[in-house]
């Protein structure tokens, strides 16, 4: 039986582009299939494909034109809104000053609020006030009325056995 022992990685130059690889076959000479189809196109005169080899095209081919510059320049400005945009729409989380700036608007509505809630809640005891004062006032002008009025007050004691008409008394 025989026995499968696996060869170490090397670096080889590909025999058509001259641009280092790494491989574990002893017998490789091109980098990949590209360059081994275009060697056997170059060898057997076929045409169809450039022949020149990789590292010729990368540097010799690349034109400085005003339409590629802005071709180029069109492609980092989507690239870069893109980003934006998707970072816009991630980032979800906001920040510890957006956290405090909207804890501090609402503490000062709830100042507003309570500030606003004094003022009614004077105006209410103010209006309770002058009720006991006209009950009072009709009581005595008429004895009937006393009656009545001292009926209605024990019935909302009854009723409404926490408040009393003249709570602000």
């Known amino acids: 039986m025989g026995y499968y022992r696996p060869r170490p990685t090397e670096v080889k130059n590909c025999k058509h582009c001259a641009i280092s690889f790494e491989t574990n076959h002893k017998r490789a000479i091109y980098c990949g299939e590209s360059c081994r189809v275009l060697a056997y196109n170059l ?5 169809g494909h450039d022949q020149e080899p990789k590292a010729k095209r990368a540097a010799g081919k690349l034109e400085f034109s005003l339409h590629n510059t802005a071709t180029i320049a069109a492609g980092v400005l989507v690239a870069d809104a893109t980003k934006a945009g998707l970072n816009a729409l991630f980032d979800v989380q906001p920040t510890n000053q957006t956290i405090l700036n909207e804890i501090k608007a609402l ?43 001292v009926g209605s007050e024990q019935r909302h ?7 009393s008409p003249n709570a602000g008394h």
């Open 157 to 163: 004691k009854l009723l409404f056995p926490s408040s």
């Open 43 to 47: 060898r057997h005169g076929l045409s």
């Open 107 to 149: 503490r000062q509505e709830n100042q507003a609020l309570r500030t606003k809630l004094t003022l009614v809640t004077a105006k209410v005891d103010r209006v309770a006030g002058f009720v006991g004062d006209a009950k009072h006032g009709i009581a005595a002008l008429d004895p009937s009325a006393h009656a009545a009025i």
